[in-house]
């Protein structure tokens, strides 16, 4: 557990659920990324796709602000070739569409609505990605 | 233009949020599942500060009525917990434990780093039409 960061990430947490509070406060939706995604893929409505850019366009500059100030590196990791960014790029991208939700939208979002198909999506991949962690590291061996 | 403005704010605490909870980083969401090894349980705390929060914003916003600048909250009204759900959901969670990338912080990651985050982006966005495709 040496790399347990409590504080920053429970203060990234409050962030995330102010996010997820103000666009539901403001605009009335859920702060689901996949759906946001795949909604701006999926209408045909200009305003639709326009609020939906807007908020990835936010989310990818909030990053990239707080990285300015608080640069930090990412450790490299040998096994995870261009193929299995691919491979598990486009499982992320089918899954979520599938099962209607990523992280955000069942995990964070779902929870605090207390739906019961957010809280059973989000117990079946946090359980599926253990399981998968667990089998990779058999099989790199580390 | 003030839904659009609302929707880069919302998006841009999003950003920071994810940042400073070092969910931009695959390795520490790897080490999050890696539950038998090197675990590190950062990720229960970002999820825990977000939904705290929301549960309780969300009951003040929903006695409003109505959000202040649409006609009415959009909240998805399935109820059925239908094999749909649990398979596409399993899906993202081995892809999730294969990369340690979700759809937000990849996203989040793209002005980050050149490498990783872009492949994942493309492939995700490729892997959502493929679904539209399928499940015509």
Redesign the interface.
Known sequence: MENFTPYSSLAGGILIGISASLLMYLNGRIAGISGIVNGIMNTSSFKEKAWRLAFIVGLISGAFVYAYFFPSSVEPREHVTTGLLVAGGLIVGFGTAMGGGCTSGHGICGISRFSLRSITATMVFLLSGIITVYVVKQLVGA | M???????????????????????????V??F???????????M???????????I??RF?FA?G?????G?????T????EP????????????????G????P????????PD?PI??????????????VV?K
């Open positions: 003030a839904k659009a403005f609302s929707a880069l704010l919302a998006g841009a605490f999003f950003g920071v949020g994810l940042a400073l909870a070092g969910m931009v980083d695959p390795n520490k790897i080490n599942m890696d539950i038998t090894g090197n675990w590190d349980p950062s990720l705390f970002v999820l825990g500060g977000a939904v705290i929060v929301t549960t914003a969300y916003i409003q109505k959000p202040l600048f649409e009415d909250f959009q909240l998805p399935m109820l059925k917990l749909k759900l649990l398979f596409g959901s399993s899906l993202f969670g081995v892809g999730w434990g294969l990369i990338y979700c759809p937000g990849a996203l989040a990651s793209v002005g980050l780093r990783e492949i994942v982006v493309v492939s995700m966005l490729a892997g959502m039409l493929l679904y539209r499940s």
